[in-house]
Protein backbone atom coordinates (compact mmCIF):
# COMPACT_ATOMS: atom_id res chain seq x y z
CA UNK A 1 0.00 0.00 0.00
CA UNK A 2 2.93 2.41 0.54
CA UNK A 3 3.68 1.92 -3.41
CA UNK A 4 0.47 2.78 -4.51
CA UNK A 5 0.25 5.73 -2.21
CA UNK A 6 3.21 6.95 -3.64
CA UNK A 7 2.31 6.78 -7.33
CA UNK A 8 -0.72 7.92 -6.76
CA UNK A 9 1.32 11.10 -4.77
CA UNK A 10 3.43 10.83 -7.96
CA UNK A 11 0.63 11.54 -11.12
CA UNK A 12 -0.85 14.00 -8.04
CA UNK A 13 1.75 16.10 -8.70
CA UNK A 14 2.39 15.81 -12.32
CA UNK A 15 -1.19 16.86 -13.33
CA UNK A 16 -0.51 19.84 -10.84
CA UNK A 17 2.68 20.62 -12.46
CA UNK A 18 0.32 20.54 -15.56
CA UNK A 19 -2.95 22.38 -15.28
CA UNK A 20 -3.15 25.64 -17.57
CA UNK A 21 -6.33 27.29 -18.40
CA UNK A 22 -7.10 26.20 -22.22
CA UNK A 23 -6.22 22.25 -21.61
CA UNK A 24 -9.75 19.64 -21.06
CA UNK A 25 -9.92 17.74 -18.57
CA UNK A 26 -9.77 14.75 -20.59
CA UNK A 27 -6.22 15.75 -21.57
CA UNK A 28 -5.57 15.91 -17.55
CA UNK A 29 -7.17 12.02 -17.37
CA UNK A 30 -5.26 10.77 -20.19
CA UNK A 31 -1.45 12.38 -18.33
CA UNK A 32 -2.76 10.38 -15.49
CA UNK A 33 -2.96 7.31 -16.56
CA UNK A 34 0.08 7.59 -18.62
CA UNK A 35 1.61 8.03 -15.13
CA UNK A 36 0.16 5.47 -13.52
CA UNK A 37 0.81 2.36 -16.20
CA UNK A 38 4.04 3.76 -16.42
CA UNK A 39 4.66 2.51 -13.12
CA UNK A 40 3.29 -0.27 -13.37
CA UNK A 41 -0.17 0.22 -11.67
CA UNK A 42 -3.78 0.25 -12.90
CA UNK A 43 -6.06 3.16 -12.18
CA UNK A 44 -8.68 2.09 -9.56
CA UNK A 45 -11.22 4.47 -10.86
CA UNK A 46 -11.18 3.65 -15.10
CA UNK A 47 -14.24 0.80 -15.05
CA UNK A 48 -15.06 0.74 -11.22
CA UNK A 49 -18.92 0.39 -11.34
CA UNK A 50 -18.69 1.79 -15.27
CA UNK A 51 -16.95 4.82 -14.05
CA UNK A 52 -15.27 5.91 -17.81
CA UNK A 53 -12.37 8.24 -16.53
CA UNK A 54 -9.04 7.23 -14.76
CA UNK A 55 -9.23 10.31 -12.07
CA UNK A 56 -11.90 12.85 -10.80
CA UNK A 57 -12.00 15.87 -12.34
CA UNK A 58 -14.56 18.15 -10.68
CA UNK A 59 -14.82 22.05 -10.72
CA UNK A 60 -16.05 25.04 -9.24
CA UNK A 61 -19.27 23.86 -7.42
CA UNK A 62 -19.03 19.77 -8.62
CA UNK A 63 -17.97 18.09 -5.53
CA UNK A 64 -16.67 15.26 -6.46
CA UNK A 65 -16.81 12.16 -9.11
CA UNK A 66 -16.34 14.44 -11.93
CA UNK A 67 -16.68 12.92 -14.93
CA UNK A 68 -13.11 13.68 -17.34
CA UNK A 69 -14.58 15.32 -21.04
CA UNK A 70 -13.31 18.18 -23.39
CA UNK A 71 -14.86 20.96 -21.47
CA UNK A 72 -11.88 23.10 -21.00
CA UNK A 73 -10.65 25.10 -18.09
CA UNK A 74 -10.88 28.67 -17.49
CA UNK A 75 -8.60 31.29 -15.04
CA UNK A 76 -10.28 30.93 -12.14
CA UNK A 77 -11.54 28.17 -11.85
CA UNK A 78 -11.51 25.46 -8.60
CA UNK A 79 -10.59 22.34 -10.15
CA UNK A 80 -10.70 18.98 -7.59
CA UNK A 81 -8.45 16.34 -9.01
CA UNK A 82 -9.60 12.55 -7.26
CA UNK A 83 -6.90 10.13 -8.21
CA UNK A 84 -6.53 6.52 -7.37
CA UNK A 85 -4.38 3.60 -8.31
CA UNK A 86 -4.13 -0.29 -7.64
CA UNK A 87 -0.61 -1.74 -7.13
CA UNK A 88 -0.47 -5.62 -6.68
CA UNK A 89 -3.66 -5.68 -5.81
CA UNK A 90 -3.70 -2.50 -3.00
CA UNK A 91 -5.58 0.73 -3.89
CA UNK A 92 -3.98 3.89 -2.96
CA UNK A 93 -6.40 7.20 -3.10
CA UNK A 94 -5.80 10.89 -2.71
CA UNK A 95 -7.37 14.42 -3.79
CA UNK A 96 -6.12 17.57 -3.77
CA UNK A 97 -7.52 21.04 -4.71
CA UNK A 98 -5.82 23.38 -7.26
CA UNK A 99 -6.61 26.80 -9.21
CA UNK A 100 -6.64 27.28 -12.44
CA UNK A 101 -4.54 30.43 -13.93
CA UNK A 102 -3.62 33.57 -11.76
CA UNK A 103 -4.65 33.77 -7.90
CA UNK A 104 -8.07 32.31 -6.63
CA UNK A 105 -10.73 34.89 -5.47
CA UNK A 106 -10.22 35.10 -1.90
CA UNK A 107 -13.16 33.08 -1.03
CA UNK A 108 -11.80 30.04 -3.35
CA UNK A 109 -8.67 30.65 -1.64
CA UNK A 110 -10.02 30.53 2.29
CA UNK A 111 -12.09 27.16 1.52
CA UNK A 112 -9.17 25.45 -0.02
CA UNK A 113 -6.86 26.09 2.55
CA UNK A 114 -9.38 25.49 5.55
CA UNK A 115 -10.47 22.33 3.50
CA UNK A 116 -6.72 21.01 3.79
CA UNK A 117 -6.65 21.97 7.34
CA UNK A 118 -9.98 20.27 8.18
CA UNK A 119 -8.09 17.07 6.73
CA UNK A 120 -4.54 17.67 8.73
CA UNK A 121 -6.86 18.03 12.05
CA UNK A 122 -8.50 14.79 10.81
CA UNK A 123 -5.47 12.66 10.44
CA UNK A 124 -4.08 14.18 13.87
CA UNK A 125 -7.36 12.36 15.86
CA UNK A 126 -6.43 9.20 13.78
CA UNK A 127 -4.91 7.36 16.29
CA UNK A 128 -4.72 3.73 18.13
CA UNK A 129 -7.23 3.86 21.31
CA UNK A 130 -9.05 6.89 19.53
CA UNK A 131 -12.53 6.53 18.39
CA UNK A 132 -13.04 7.04 14.63
CA UNK A 133 -16.09 9.53 14.93
CA UNK A 134 -13.01 12.03 16.48
CA UNK A 135 -11.54 12.03 13.17
CA UNK A 136 -14.92 13.57 11.37
CA UNK A 137 -15.89 15.50 14.34
CA UNK A 138 -12.34 17.42 14.09
CA UNK A 139 -12.98 18.08 10.35
CA UNK A 140 -16.29 19.57 10.86
CA UNK A 141 -15.17 21.64 13.59
CA UNK A 142 -12.53 23.16 11.59
CA UNK A 143 -14.83 23.80 8.54
CA UNK A 144 -18.09 25.20 10.32
CA UNK A 145 -15.72 26.88 12.29
CA UNK A 146 -14.43 28.63 9.37
CA UNK A 147 -17.97 29.42 8.27
CA UNK A 148 -18.56 26.20 5.77
CA UNK A 149 -20.29 23.50 5.97
CA UNK A 150 -19.36 19.89 5.50
CA UNK A 151 -20.66 17.34 2.83
CA UNK A 152 -22.82 15.07 4.59
CA UNK A 153 -23.92 12.33 2.06
CA UNK A 154 -20.55 11.67 1.09
CA UNK A 155 -17.59 10.17 3.48
CA UNK A 156 -14.07 8.98 3.63
CA UNK A 157 -13.89 5.17 3.67
CA UNK A 158 -11.58 2.04 4.35
CA UNK A 159 -8.89 1.14 1.86
CA UNK A 160 -7.03 -1.98 0.94
CA UNK A 161 -7.83 -4.79 -1.88
CA UNK A 162 -10.94 -3.17 -2.60
CA UNK A 163 -11.30 1.15 -2.96
CA UNK A 164 -13.82 1.58 -0.66
CA UNK A 165 -14.16 -0.63 2.39
CA UNK A 166 -15.42 -0.49 5.78
CA UNK A 167 -15.80 1.72 8.11
CA UNK A 168 -17.06 4.69 6.45
CA UNK A 169 -15.64 8.11 8.17
CA UNK A 170 -17.90 11.10 7.61
CA UNK A 171 -16.76 14.55 7.54
CA UNK A 172 -18.69 15.75 10.39
CA UNK A 173 -19.90 13.84 14.07
CA UNK A 174 -20.32 13.84 17.45
CA UNK A 175 -16.75 13.27 19.22
CA UNK A 176 -15.68 9.47 21.27
CA UNK A 177 -17.79 7.21 19.25
CA UNK A 178 -18.49 4.56 16.62
CA UNK A 179 -15.39 1.96 16.79
CA UNK A 180 -12.29 2.27 18.31
CA UNK A 181 -8.94 2.35 15.91
CA UNK A 182 -6.58 0.14 16.07
CA UNK A 183 -3.52 -0.55 14.72
CA UNK A 184 -3.72 -2.31 11.20
CA UNK A 185 -6.40 0.24 10.43
CA UNK A 186 -6.16 1.82 6.81
CA UNK A 187 -8.71 4.89 5.70
CA UNK A 188 -9.55 7.46 3.04
CA UNK A 189 -9.94 11.02 4.88
CA UNK A 190 -11.76 13.53 2.87
CA UNK A 191 -12.82 16.52 3.45
CA UNK A 192 -15.82 17.54 1.21
CA UNK A 193 -16.41 21.61 1.94
CA UNK A 194 -18.89 23.78 0.66
CA UNK A 195 -19.34 27.47 0.72
CA UNK A 196 -22.68 27.78 1.21
CA UNK A 197 -25.14 24.79 2.07
CA UNK A 198 -23.92 21.17 2.60
CA UNK A 199 -27.01 19.30 0.26
CA UNK A 200 -26.24 18.01 -2.69
CA UNK A 201 -27.61 16.76 -6.12
CA UNK A 202 -26.30 14.20 -8.80
CA UNK A 203 -26.18 15.31 -12.16
CA UNK A 204 -27.48 13.49 -15.57
CA UNK A 205 -24.83 11.75 -16.18
CA UNK A 206 -25.22 9.70 -13.26
CA UNK A 207 -22.01 10.61 -11.51
CA UNK A 208 -20.88 14.01 -11.16
CA UNK A 209 -21.96 15.57 -7.38
CA UNK A 210 -22.83 19.48 -7.03
CA UNK A 211 -23.83 21.58 -4.53
CA UNK A 212 -27.20 21.98 -4.05
CA UNK A 213 -27.19 25.76 -4.18
CA UNK A 214 -24.50 26.38 -6.67
CA UNK A 215 -21.89 27.29 -3.99
CA UNK A 216 -17.93 26.85 -4.63
CA UNK A 217 -16.81 23.34 -3.23
CA UNK A 218 -13.14 21.91 -2.30
CA UNK A 219 -12.16 18.38 -1.78
CA UNK A 220 -8.79 17.31 -0.32
CA UNK A 221 -8.21 13.62 0.58
CA UNK A 222 -5.12 11.25 1.86
CA UNK A 223 -4.61 7.29 2.43
CA UNK A 224 -3.50 7.01 6.10
CA UNK A 225 -2.36 3.70 8.24
CA UNK A 226 -2.44 3.35 11.71
CA UNK A 227 0.64 1.77 12.58
CA UNK A 228 2.15 0.29 16.21
CA UNK A 229 4.16 3.79 15.79
CA UNK A 230 1.17 6.34 14.99
CA UNK A 231 0.01 7.04 11.55
CA UNK A 232 1.47 7.02 8.20
CA UNK A 233 0.46 9.05 5.71
CA UNK A 234 0.37 6.86 2.95
CA UNK A 235 -0.03 9.89 -0.17
CA UNK A 236 1.59 12.16 1.33
CA UNK A 237 3.53 14.30 -1.30
CA UNK A 238 7.14 16.40 -0.99
CA UNK A 239 5.54 19.64 -1.09
CA UNK A 240 2.09 18.74 0.60
Not at 112 to 125: M, N
Not at 205 to 228: C, K, M, N
Request: charged fraction near 25%; glycine fraction near 12%; proline fraction near 5%.
Amino acid sequence: MRKAGRIVALTIERLVESVRAGMTTMDLDRLAERIIRKEGAVPSFKGYRGFPGTICTSLNEQIVHGIPGERRLIPGDVLKLDVGCIWEGYHGDSAVTVFVGGAPSEVAEKLARVTEEALEAGIAQLRAGGRLSDVGHAVQQVAEGAGFTCVREYAGHGVGRALHEDPQVPNYGEPDRGPVIKPGLVVAIEPMVNVGDWKTRVLADHWTVVTRDGSLSAHFEHTIAVTDEGTEVLTARPAA
